[in-house]
Each structure stands twice: as C-alpha cells, then as structure tokens.
C-alpha cells in the first residue's frame, strides 16, 4: 500500500513563529501536494512539485513556501505564520504520468494562535 | 478551470444503492471524471475515474451521461462505513495534473 505520512496530525503555533510541516511518501512518487482544507472552501492546492528541487505555485501560494530536496520528502513552510493560515493541511504524491490517483497523507491540524 | 455541481448532502439507509449525482457542463474533452472520498478525519482517498464509458471497480461505479455533461456515482449497498464527503472532480492532464476540490457531498448512512 501506498504510505503518506505527515509529520504531526495536531500542530499548535504562534504568530510569527516558522513553521516547517513535512510530508513523506514510500512510493517512489515524482509529485507531491501540500493543499489546505477549510469549512466551506474545500481543499485548495497551496504548491506542488513534478521533481527534486522542482515546484510550482497552486491556487494560493502566498505565506508559504516549500523545499524538496529529496524525491520521497516535501516540506511545507510558513515562513511568519499568521491567525489566517490556522486550517488542516493535507499532503499527496501521485506517479507523474499514466496514473490518476493522487494518495493522500491524514493531514496535520495547525493552529496558530 | 473547469467546475462541478454537487448537492451539499445526502441520505441513505444502510444496504440500500446510493446514487451521488454531478454535473459539470463546461466538460472539456480531455477532461477525466474522478470521484474521492473523504472520511471523518482522514484524508481524501481516490475512488473511481472515467472519461466517457461507464466504470465499476470494488468501490463503486461511475456511470456517465452521454453527453459527458453530468455523472453519478453509485454505491451499490451502502455501509455505515461510507458515511463521507463525495468529491466530483474534473481532471486533466493539460492542467499540471492538479484536482481541483469543490465542496462535496456529505453522505449520510443510517443504520
């Protein structure tokens, strides 16, 4: 089975504190996600990357930034983290091509206070 | 990008089909149907795709209207244990091979 884990389910910060989450995935998977999920907004997709050392903005990319610097890890950083990027966060990898299925991790829960 | 249209919510009793409907009319033809389903505190897991034919695999099957502008996904007997958000989502290939999350379907199953 395909394994995406995420550093913490429950994360509490507080304003202006950095903020690194890390996601692992044992799938050998070229992309990986890091999207938000909100009441009433579904998951929007925050960055992704195709390949080490490779990524390109989502939907809402401002406040974060990410780092892949191996193939199996992609970290999501908030640089000056902020009341309004409170939410849960969900990481996913999928197969570059021929496949569909993105595999998502269990998400962490940030608070930021 | 293109969208789709889901109820909010649903009901169903437990070993009866389900029948979660979608509509997406701006469709373009290289876009793929996918529907993910997300369970209390987990995150979304992948349950079936197509592109025009109908589809069934252990979870579900996906039946799509000719002119590709709705889709339902059916459950043929429900359990308690697919008490869950339903996504209809558009996918393509050309579009960096994001998915773009609307607000789903809240299926809920009684026993």
């Known amino acids: 089975d395909v394994k995406v884990t995420q550093s913490s389910r429950y994360l509490v910060k507080r304003t202006g504190e950095k903020v690194f989450l890390e996601c692992v995935q044992d799938?050998?998977?070229?992309?990986m996600f890091w999207y938000r999920q909100d009441p009433g907004l579904g998951l929007r997709l925050i960055y992704f990357?195709?390949?080490?050392?490779?990524?390109e903005k989502g939907d809402i990319p401002e406040g974060y930034s990410v780092s892949r610097e191996k193939k199996e890890r992609f970290s999501l950083i908030l640089e000056s983290a902020s009341t309004n990027q409170t939410s849960m966060y969900l990481c996913?990898?999928?197969?570059?091509?021929?496949?569909?299925?993105?595999?998502f991790g269990p998400g962490t829960r940030l608070t930021v206070t | 990008d293109a969208k789709t249209t889901q109820p909010n919510s649903m009901e169903s009793n437990e070993e009866e089909p389900v029948h979660l409907p979608c509509n997406h009319s701006?469709?373009?033809?290289?876009?793929?149907i996918h529907w993910y389903r997300q369970l209390p505190s987990q995150g979304p897991e992948y349950v079936i795709h197509g592109l025009t034919s109908n589809v069934n695999n252990r979870m579900a099957s996906l039946a799509i209207a000719e002119d590709r502008k709705s889709s339902t996904l059916i459950l043929h007997r429900a359990t308690l244990r697919d008490a869950a958000v339903y996504y209809c989502?558009?996918?393509?290939?050309?579009?960096?091979?994001?998915?773009?999350f609307g607000t789903g379907t809240r299926l809920q199953v009684f026993p």
């Open positions: 990357s195709y390949d080490v050392k490779m990524k």
């Open positions: 989502i558009l996918y393509s290939s050309y579009n960096t091979d994001k998915l773009i």
């Open positions: 799938m050998d998977h070229e992309n």
């Open positions: 701006t469709i373009s033809g290289t876009d793929y």
């Open positions: 996913a990898s999928s197969v570059r091509t021929g496949s569909y299925e993105q595999y």
